[in-house]
């Protein structure tokens, strides 16, 4: 099992039968393949969909119906579809129940950065500050260390946030991380992955959760 | 009194300096044929108002290649490297707004209001320079509405009084900029008569539109969904 | 002719082809019948219609189909509905080119007051406040003068306000008076009436203008 | 997962003090059935907030005549003079809010805003007690959102997920209302299957819906128009 697996696999754990779940572009749309058995959830897309569905078979693609990547997907029976701005009513208006995003860094008060580099790359926050600040719950999904291996998960975010105080939980493939009121708390390791290979990785202080476990994917 | 127009006029229309909002998101339900027509056109120093800007080749990133927008106000640039490019060589001007203030501040511009509280982006640097407003002990940042001067969108459908009907995830933001801009041209895939579409099922009613232009397809497109 | 006829009568005068009217409760609503022949209006209602038509026949009303007034009407083709909040961005987006509403004062600085007698009536504003700030152009259509001959056009109103400074045109059964920066201009009388009893019946001067005329209805 | 319900099982929902959102404009797409069993259950000292105090026999009017709102926020009260008469007693409280204000505090209650400035009401009485902002040199009103306990409103037609239907102008604040309340329970003229609906004709979607209960209807209804 490759990384983002390990990540998207543990991440679909967290869902609860009947929630509103919206997947970040990029790793965390991956999530949809692992869906726990017996659990029912609907993803939100905020380009303008709730219901939406797997990816279509090739040539059977509708260029009218995309996720919020663009990519091609399909909407299920129940779905429906809506403007912009009521799309962002349903995620800022409490109702949604768990974004997962994508982070370059998260730090210990649970602030996020993940829509720009200055000076390098500068993508935009899309709908990804909205997403932060409306979801109940936010799961950060992202490899432990940037390519370069330095550190993501900090003291103190280095980056623009894209939102304060935040974050929930961060899942890698080497950990799972709740973020509480006193500080980062270990919860899970990776498969194979130990409590030092984790702290060697992460510049935060982490407390050891006394239930910590290897994760069950 | 028909509102069937045609590209010509609409373009009359948009001249050096001319703020546009075109809609769609990633180039989905976005009206490639007005955004051609610009491209063609080479009107110069554009303010165009959108989702994002699209790709090289395709939706309002079409106009960043040709050097035609001189501010974007959009939420993402990450699919087009040259908006990034122009941006960093500060050839164009950006501004980044998140997505759901972007359609708010829209809505707002459409709506008569003087702007709107949102808790998005409290505590970034999205907040600079904004008034920030403490409402039952919660804070928030002021927005402020958005208009242009013209309106480019794109629908599924409309009546040849301007009503419409958009389709799927290509409605986006095509209904609120039909709202706030002093003149809206619609692309629509189908035209047709006066009572053919259900009131019930009017998105966007004919009073906000001003012309409409029927969309150059390809004849057949696939539209396998529901 | 009734007062209430030259009233609605002179008022669909002010319609213009392709103009969005919306027409308030009572004796405005009677305007929708006197719009000249050859002029094209739509008629918006502010709970979520536009494209009103006529009443329908005894016997025929739709319970879903109604007027802000809760009165049976109909849709023509082409007509739309939405909810509320749609209905009022129609009208304080700038789309909507008339309102005719009724008035219990209005002053020489475009005051409207409609909406309550404190100690005595409080019906509520419901969407005049709405309608009279949002419209490109407000007409008061009422009486000259109160059921016991007191007047109400003012040098300034003293009830509670609708809105301020908003009004341009009233129309009364006995004169057409414009709304300028200067006060009122009487421009036309109602049919026999003279410049003396318009000034009698008003408590605020008029300016008479040098075009004055009998009303052609 | 059908949101099918029961009426008792909504009227559990409903205590003495609630704050109710209902449904409708003059009693037209008002859910009688929910109102009568309020009526019924003799629930007190209700804050209700709807467009308007209804008739004594239709509508929340009923609510005022059996004089169980504590306090009503409406925008319209003169159809019902019963409220006029609790009101002027000092029996119940009426907050009167203009009717586009209150469609908007609603729907910034619904998509979490901290609020909307509006130019309405400037220079009124309305403006008595709130924040008036400039904007580009004109004056707007802050008005706070507004939310409830519990929204009842009414449909024309639901799937069994709760992806409702409004019909003409029985439309009105219903759909605000699906989305401004903890819990929303919706009074269905039919209910269809899942499916049964095209994802593009859903005027709200299901996430927003907890109960559904069909209404109890005259068995026929004119149902002349569009």
């Not at chain 1, 809506?82 to 995620?91: E, R």
């Not at chain 2, 919660?138 to 301007?162: S, T, V």
Request: with cysteine; hydrophobic share 40%.
């Amino acid at each position: 099992m490759n990384s983002r697996e390990i990540i998207a696999r543990r991440v679909g754990q967290e869902f609860k039968n009947g929630n509103l779940v919206n997947l970040g572009i990029g790793m965390p749309t991956m999530v949809a393949n692992y869906v726990p058995e017996g659990v029912e959830v609907t993803f939100q897309s905020e380009n303008g969909i709730i219901g939406m569905g797997p990816v279509p078979p090739k040539g059977q693609e509708d260029s009218d119906i995309s996720n919020a990547g663009g990519q091609p997907v399909t909407i299920l029976p129940g779905g429906a579809y809506f403007d912009s701005c009521f799309s962002f009513m349903v995620i800022r208006g409490g109702r949604l129940d768990i974004t997962v995003l994508g982070g370059l860094q998260v730090d210990e008060k649970g602030n996020l950065a993940n829509w720009m580099v200055p000076g390098k790359i500068v993508p935009g926050m899309g709908g990804a500050m909205d997403l932060t600040v409306g979801a109940k719950k936010v799961i950060i999904a992202m490899e432990h260390c940037a390519k370069d291996g330095s550190p993501k998960i900090l003291k103190k975010c280095t980056l623009p946030l894209t939102a304060k105080e935040e974050v929930d939980l961060i899942v890698t493939e080497k950990a799972v991380i709740e973020v509480t009121k006193d500080g980062f708390l270990l919860k899970e390791l990776g498969p194979g992955v130990t409590i030092e290979e984790v702290k060697k990785a992460t510049e935060a202080e982490l407390i050891v959760s006394p239930e910590l476990k290897e994760m069950e994917i | 009194m028909s509102k069937i127009s045609d590209l010509k006029t609409v373009m009359d229309r948009i001249v050096d300096g001319s703020v546009i909002m075109i809609g769609g998101f990633l180039a989905v339900g976005t009206p490639e044929g007005f955004v051609d027509a610009i491209v063609e056109k080479g009107t110069r120093d554009l303010t165009v108002i959108g989702n994002d800007t699209g790709f090289l080749d395709k939706g309002i990133g079409k106009l960043v290649v040709s050097k035609q927008i001189k501010k974007a106000i959009v939420s993402h640039v990450g699919t087009n490297a040259e908006t990034g490019r122009q941006m960093n060589a500060k050839e164009m001007e950006v501004e980044l707004v998140p997505q759901g203030t972007l359609a708010e501040r829209i809505r707002a511009g459409g709506g008569g209001l003087g702007g709107i509280l949102t808790p998005t982006g409290v505590g970034t640097i999205v907040e600079e320079g904004k008034q920030k407003i403490t409402v039952n002990g919660k804070e928030y940042l002021l927005e402020l509405p958005l208009r242009a001067e013209i309106a480019l969108i794109k629908a599924y459908k409309a009546d040849k009084k301007g009503n419409l009907v958009f389709r799927a995830t290509s409605r986006n933001f095509n209904p609120l900029m039909a709202m706030a801009a002093d003149y809206v041209a619609v692309e629509a895939e189908n035209i047709v008569e006066i009572g053919e579409i259900d009131p019930d099922e009017v998105m966007m009613p004919g009073v906000f539109v001003d012309a409409i232009v029927p969309a150059k397809q390809p004849a057949i497109e696939v539209k396998g969904g529901a």
